[in-house]
């Protein structure tokens, strides 16, 4: 055998050592070592607050706790995604939203304080939010179809309340105007919860909106939901009836929420947030919690996280061109 000096052999186990100790040390230390922040761009809550509340409720020990949820409102969640693509890509600055910031905004918005393809790349899936077509206790009508033919008969008489221009909540209430044939007028607003608000004074007539923001004043009597926009009945809701069903075959537009971080964030804390998402929205606790809520848990892969957004940018662009939406 070699034959080696003792003191080179103890040189390079001590040099070995240092190096095992140093790399512990940073596995010890790791991700993440102070709080994260998941910013939501809409008012507090709305749906997408809802859900990255309820997620970072649930943040397991490897997380510590350290997971905070920042709201900034404004510019119909721009203001909040511009922040973030901004931010540095190391993991702290993450971003919940509904897909509609990712696929319609750039195809309203001549410009955009941000750019989804070079600044910012998609995480994880949260959920999926059926909207629910509410109105105002004034509003006589009780059904889709009385809604309609009140409609027809009084142009530009009904204002509908959203979460904003450019929203889901504003094209999903588009569709329903082509589909349905009739004109009535947009009320945009910061945030769902302000919507609501309004509709419950009676200063609007209806909204569409996130079953979470209106399901306690349905319950009470004090609002009416006519319709989902989903393709099945909601669990939340079983007693009404999809619009689809209700003399509009076809029409569908839901809100989905993903999270997504700055652009460069390291593939190790993207892929921490997959399992951790995964983890807390596979529980059967998240099933029903959410349910009540009418919000359903949604698993997807990054690539699934892509197509479904073209798919969804399809959509869209059609309901753009159809009913003229064009904003500055």
């Known amino acids: 055998g070699m034959c080696m000096h003792p003191m080179i052999q103890k040189t390079l186990f001590l040099l ?7 790399t ?127 409609a027809k008969a009084n142009p530009d008489k009904l204002t509908f309340g959203t979460a904003g221009a450019g929203t889901t909540h504003h094209l999903a209430a588009e569709l329903f105007k082509t589909m349905a044939k009739v004109d009535m007028v947009h009320v945009p607003y910061k945030g769902t919860s302000l919507a609501v608000n309004d509709l419950l004074a009676g200063q609007i007539d209806m909204v569409f909106s996130p079953i979470t923001a209106v399901l306690q004043h349905i319950k009470s009597g004090k609002l009416k939901a006519l319709g989902v926009t989903t393709k099945k009945r909601v669990s939340a809701l079983p007693d009404t009836p999809t619009i689809a069903e209700s003399g509009l075959p076809g029409y569908e537009g839901s809100v989905w929420v993903f999270l997504v971080a700055p652009n460069g964030t390291p593939n190790e804390v993207i892929e921490k947030w997959i399992a951790q998402a995964k983890k807390v929205f596979s529980t059967e606790e998240a099933r029903k919690i959410l349910a009540v809520q009418g919000v359903e848990p949604l698993s997807l892969t990054r690539d699934e996280i892509k197509q479904r957004n073209k798919e969804d940018s399809a959509r869209w662009e059609k309901v753009i061109n159809d009913a003229k939406i064009s904003i500055e």
């Open 16 to 22: 070995c050592a240092g190096i095992l100790a140093a």
């Open 24 to 150: 512990q040390a940073t596995a010890a230390d790791p991700y993440p070592d102070h709080p994260v922040r998941i910013i939501d761009g809409y008012s507090a809550g709305g749906g997408t607050d809802y859900v990255a509340r309820y997620l970072a409720s649930k943040m397991d020990a490897d997380f510590g706790g350290r997971v905070i949820v920042e709201n900034r409102p404004g510019a119909s969640g721009q203001i909040g995604m511009s922040y973030v693509a901004k931010s540095k890509p190391d993991g702290y600055t993450l971003m919940v939203i509904p897909n509609e910031l990712w696929s319609v905004a750039p195809l309203l918005y001549k410009r955009l304080p941000f750019n989804v393809d070079r600044e910012l790349t998609p995480v994880a899936t949260l959920a999926d939010i059926p909207l629910v077509l509410t109105v105002s206790a004034k509003v006589a009508a009780k059904t889709v179809p009385e809604l309609i033919a009140y």
